[in-house]
């Protein structure tokens, strides 16, 4: 995860989806918003997030699949109820896939990398309110992992000792139905329209992501070493065929996806 000192109220500013701090108390929806939603012609998405590494802030694009069309939530991870907590976006009722995402603490800024591939797309019906659960973030140490022997460990590593090795694992639950109420009841006691549980279904399970960075880095049939961004590549093409294949299974043959290419973990 790339960190940015002292950049973070920079970038939030200069870009429109940031313009909501995560610890904004305002509503996030109007009052006419409400009512569409109310009246069917509108829907929500609330989505949580729990502190990670002390960067409590994260922020989450959605884009609708058919219009390519991106919305974003703003959320608080810390305990302060004050501001702590979820987010809700009125978006219009269609499909849409989790994007991409940033974290942010005190005058630090974080990326998500490769969240895109982590989640498969999820509907929102006329007039719904869709809570998709609260974001938790794992570490995977890339030096940690069974098969990681330690000429491959030193090859790629021992030039570079700065070289981060660390991946990410994603998941959602409901473990912040309480914060989820409490902005409800606070912010939208107007809205009348009570929220749905539906997380979009996880395509890559950690296991899977292991096997895949440890592929990644293993020698080559002639004995010799990738380098750290060969083997960053390997694992991106690895994660892009997994991600395909998974979906193909559920959905049948050619399914509809569009994960971009994201930012490995870097200094």
Known sequence: MSLY???????FAATAFFGLAACATEPSLSVA???MIREGDQSAIIMSYREYAGMYGASVRFMNVDTR???????????????????MVAVPPGR??????????SDVTGNLPMI?????????????????GTLRIDD?????????????LN???????????????????????ARVQHMLESKYPQLGVAPVQRSPATVLDRAEFERIIVESYAPGADGTMPSVQEAQTLVNEGLDRFVRESL??????NPTIDVPAQPLPSN
């Open 248 to 253: 193909e299974n559920a959905r049948g043959p």
């Open 116 to 132: 895109a591939y982590w989640f498969d797309e999820f509907n929102v019906a006329p007039g719904e309110v869709v809570n998709i």
């Open 5 to 11: 000192k002292k950049i973070a109220r920079a970038v």
């Open 140 to 152: 995977i140490n890339v030096r940690a992992l069974p098969g990681m022997s330690d000429r491959v």
């Open 96 to 105: 849409y896939r989790i994007l991409t995402g940033s974290l942010y603490g």
């Open 33 to 35: 918003e409400m009512g």
């Open 155 to 177: 090859a790629l590593f021992t030039l570079n000792p700065s070289q981060r090795n660390t991946y990410y694992a994603y998941t959602l639950d409901f473990s912040d139905e």
């Open 69 to 87: 069309r991106m919305y974003g939530v703003s959320m608080h991870g810390g305990d302060n109820w004050v501001n702590a907590g979820p987010d």
